[in-house]
């Protein structure tokens, strides 16, 4: 079950994008921003050995590449019509620093240069740390001002970032500059009370005496089968603690959320279903996720295709059994409604009640609310917006005992979507 809820589920960390370029400007005291060094070659300024042209203008950006100083020290992000630049300006005074400049300062920067449509979050504090140890390896030993191995650094970076996304370049007995980029992820989804997490890796695996006590009180009661509010019951800690240890677990990829499964659920399929039929390595998975363990023979992915069709708005999962005669076959179902959830083609139609504001009032026009036999705090969920699954966990109850309690009002719509 975990192996194959995590395929689909892990988040898109992404991959650091590929670097295009590497250049490394300052401020010359006569000519003004200037390129010195750049890889590969030709990449930024025109050469007399080759035909190609540059993949930017430097002359057109250079006012951004070696800003003025209030720029200086901060991230930078230029955009051409084709590639993206990320700076850091770095900005030091002589007389601060002590040192000897021609223009009484010293202004540098390194760039990276992508597509313009890469991903560049995971390089951003890449780009900031380059800066400040490059800024120390100059105010130490002039390192940048003379010119000293910078070429051999701005190759090694490309070569090794794009490799290995990491590198280790020794610059003398007492640096070494060490970058490792890091995967980024998407912030995760709100987490709710009713939800159900479901493990995409074995959290016992994972846990070690460093993690935090309500994080293992709370993961471990994590079965895909209570809801956020039933786990932090059982873990004796308060839904919000339980909600955010679910948004940091689902941050990594260890869960994804799904409803609370019952038999008076309402699912249908979307047209995804399709590339389905296309995939035999999901139908593969499909007949194994859900077929019961040391029960007979497996069914074929066309009967489970089929009766995944058969899902539809008006028909409750119980109907869907006893009109499909599911329980003779060797499915279980649980597993069959949440592969499909997983894989994206199957989604839940929700049932939201709706007590009208005319019920509310009375014939006089004035308020009377409390002529509703429902309470208050339940009468307020009653607005269109509030699903089942909400309202049950709200009031610790069953969707059948939701039903007697709404039976009361007479007045009140109900809304499938």
Not at 97 to 106: A, S
Not at 133 to 146: A, D
Not at 322 to 346: A, C, H, M, P, Y
């Amino acid at each position: 079950m975990e192996d194959y809820a995590r395929k689909e589920s892990e988040f898109q960390a992404g991959i650091p994008p590929r670097l295009v370029s590497i250049f490394y400007a300052v401020f010359h005291e006569k000519q003004g921003p200037k390129v010195i060094y750049e890889v590969p070659e030709g990449s930024i300024l025109p050469t007399s050995e080759s035909t190609k042209q540059p993949i930017l203008d430097f002359n057109s950006i250079s006012e951004y590449i070696i800003p003025k100083d209030s720029l200086a020290g901060h991230l930078v992000t230029v955009c051409t019509d084709s590639h993206k630049v990320l700076g850091f300006p770095v900005y030091i005074d002589a007389h601060k620093y002590k040192k000897v400049y021609k223009r009484n300062n010293f202004i540098f920067n390194l760039c990276f240069v992508f597509d313009r449509n890469a991903d560049t979050s995971s390089y951003e504090p890449v780009v900031r740390k380059i800066a400040r140890v490059l800024t120390s390896l100059e105010l130490e030993s002039g390192f940048l001002y003379e010119k000293k191995m910078m070429y051999n650094v701005i190759e090694q970076l490309l070569e090794d970032l794009n490799s290995y996304c990491e590198c280790q370049i020794p610059i003398n007995s007492a640096n070494t500059i060490n970058l490792k980029l890091f995967p980024t992820y998407p912030n995760p989804p709100p987490v709710y009370d009713y939800q159900v997490p479901i493990c995409t890796v074995n959290l016992e695996v994972l846990m070690d005496v460093n993690w935090d006590l309500t994080m293992k009180n709370v993961a471990t009661r994590i079965n895909g089968i209570h809801h956020v509010k039933k786990i932090a019951d059982l873990a004796d800690v308060d839904p919000g603690l339980a909600r955010k240890c679910m948004e940091h677990l689902l941050y990594y990829g260890c869960i994804i959320m799904v409803d609370i499964f019952q038999f008076s659920n309402v699912y249908a399929v979307k047209p995804d279903i399709m590339r389905v039929l296309e995939d035999e390595a999901v139908q593969n998975e499909c007949i194994s996720y859900v077929t019961k363990l040391d029960a007979g023979p497996p069914p074929s992915f066309i009967k489970l295709f089929s009766l995944y069709c058969q899902l539809k708005y008006g028909v409750s999962l119980k109907e869907w059994i006893e009109e499909n005669q599911v329980s003779s076959l060797n499915i279980d179902i649980r597993r069959f409604i949440t592969f499909g959830v997983i894989k994206r083609f199957l989604y839940r139609v929700h049932k939201y009640p709706v007590l009208p504001e005319f019920a509310l009032l009375s014939n006089g026009g004035g308020d009377s609310s409390n002529t509703s036999k429902l309470p208050l705090n339940l009468r307020k969920l009653l607005n269109g917006t509030h699903h089942y699954d909400e309202i049950c966990t709200a009031e610790n109850c069953s969707a059948k005992e939701l039903d007697e309690k709404l039976s009361v009002e007479p007045k009140i719509w109900f809304i499938w979507r």
